[in-house]
Nanobody
């Protein structure tokens, strides 16, 4: 069963922007902490941003702070990651994942306690 599906990836130039979507099917995004992960080629997966359950608060890894924005649209049951001023090092596969933890603020790179995962989507930043 597919609970989370990522979309919106592709090829962009350095300095460009891209918005990823994480659409939920069988779960409600309001009931979960949602975290976006980045896996660069040949490297381990790293959490880059998260948004809390309930009244939302957001957190970012230092490397993306000021460039990426995570948000939630309850009507569409979707979480987004708006990526601005993209750099070549942002290249890789992006995953969204859901956790039942109550956490405020959330830690962007916490790798544990995720019960649902998307299949990942490729983002390539190149000139």
């Amino acid at each position: 069963q597919v609970e989370l599906v990522e979309s919106g990836g592709g090829l962009v130039h350095p300095g460009g922007s891209l918005t990823l979507s994480c659409a939920a099917s069988t779960i409600n995004v309001n009931d979960y902490l949602i975290r976006w992960f980045h896996q660069a080629p040949g490297k381990e997966r790293v959490g880059v941003s998260c948004i809390t359950r309930g009244s939302p608060s957001t957190s970012y890894l230092d490397s993306v702070k000021g460039r990426f924005i995570i948000s939630r649209d309850s009507t569409k049951n979707t979480v987004y990651l708006q990526m601005n001023n993209l750099k070549p090092e942002d290249t890789g596969v992006y995953f969204c994942a859901a956790s039942l933890r109550l956490q405020n603020p959330c830690a962007p790179n916490n790798p544990y306690n995720h019960v649902h995962w998307g299949q990942g989507i490729q983002v390539t930043v190149s000139s």
